[in-house]
């Protein structure tokens, strides 16, 4: 039963706190994802990694850390520095070339409501 | 970078079509997507064009037109489940990045 996997559901967290969302894939993706959602707002990319060990800064990274030790595993750290960390989390995972046949869409995971109070 | 236009809010009733417009400007395309969000929930994919033309899946279809860097997707015979967000992403070439507009929240009415 493979699939991406989110925890906690629901997060709330006193400012000034790091704060830690994790994301786990069985899908054997090689791609995985970060965004944020606000309310009226699109998804905004955050950090994405194509790789283990290797990850890459997306448009709203500042405030956010992220590690990819494990092909499955990929971690968000909200940091104090996060100035309006309150938001809906979602991961993604992909492929990354899988050829003509497909279309190596992304994948959601059932997202992180992150609070703070 | 990418700019993603699509509208806020559209209204149908059950058994109805709309279409959802998508306008985009790129620094570089390797296709578009289409995916569903019901509040409070994952993205699920919907459909993909990378080719100019219609992709035709069920009651949905979108539309490509590169060259005016326009999609639409088509839902026909509208259900209520059908109520939900509607959005549309491009992706970068290389580095499979997807780029989001801000959706298009279809209400379903009876």
């Known amino acids: 039963d493979g699939g991406i996997t989110q925890s906690p559901k629901y997060l709330f967290r006193k400012e000034g706190q790091n704060v830690t969302l994790s994301c786990e894939q069985n899908l054997n993706h090689d791609a995985m994802y970060w965004y944020r959602q606000d309310p009226g707002q699109g998804l905004r990319l955050i950090y994405y990694s194509q790789i283990v060990n290797d990850f890459q800064k997306g448009d709203i990274a500042e405030g956010y850390s992220v590690s990819r030790e494990k092909k499955e595993s990929f971690p968000l750290t909200v940091t104090s520095a996060q100035k309006n960390p309150t938001a809906f989390y979602l991961c993604?995972?992909?492929?990354?070339?899988?050829?003509?046949?497909?279309?190596?869409?992304?994948?959601f995971g059932p997202g992180t409501r992150l609070t703070v109070l | 970078g990418q700019n993603i236009d699509q509208p806020t809010e559209m209204t149908a009733t059950e058994g109805a079509i709309v279409q959802i417009n998508c306008t985009y400007q790129t620094s570089g395309f390797n296709g578009l997507f289409w995916y569903q969000q019901h509040a409070g929930e994952a993205p699920t994919f919907l459909s993909y064009n990378v080719l100019d033309g219609l992709e035709e899946k069920g009651r949905f279809s979108s539309f490509l037109s590169r060259s005016k860097g326009y999609s639409y997707l088509l839902l026909k015979e509208l259900q209520m489940k059908d109520s939900a967000s509607y959005l549309c992403a491009v992706r970068d070439q290389g580095d499979y990045k997807l780029s989001f507009g801000a959706g298009t929240t279809v209400t379903v009415r009876a």
């Open positions: 993604a995972s992909c492929y990354r070339d899988r050829g003509h046949s497909s279309y190596n869409e992304q994948f």
